[in-house]
Nanobody, 114 residues
Framework: VQLVESGGGLVQPGGSLRLSCAAS????????MSWYRQAPGKERELVAA????????DYADSVKGRFTISRDNAKNTVYLQMNSLKPGDTAVYYC????????WGQGTQVTVSS
């Protein structure tokens, strides 16, 4: 099982980033997918989640209206479009897959700073 995140980086407040997570080694289309984040000194928190078919999504209150999770089951990839970024969004972002077991990626750093 492999989850590989990409797309992180340094962005100014108000900017945008698109994270990608490429999955392999399990049945992606049968798995719910999520993005979590962990800031220094804080616990890991759920940012956004999407059902296996993509029909259902859920977001943390702190990102509603700014972040959008989506998936392409043909490409075994889940995305997180992040707009109107704030310094409080600075964290390591992790991709998670769940199909009875949890699988995690290695994380990608997102830094929002001027």
């Amino acid at each position: 099982v492999q989850l590989v995140e990409s797309g992180g980086g340094l962005v100014q407040p108000g900017g945008s980033l698109r994270l990608s997570c490429a999955a392999s080694g399990f049945t992606f289309s049968s798995s719910a997918m999520s993005w979590y984040r962990q800031a220094p000194g804080k616990e890991r928190e759920l940012v956004a989640a999407i059902s296996s078919a993509g029909g259902g999504t859920d977001y943390a209150d702190s990102v509603k209206g700014r972040f959008t999770i989506s998936r392409d089951n043909a490409k075994n990839t889940v995305y997180l479009q992040m707009n109107s970024l704030k310094p409080g969004d600075t964290a390591v972002y992790y991709c998670n897959a769940y199909n009875g077991r949890h699988y995690w990626g290695q994380g990608t750093q997102v830094t929002v700073s001027s």
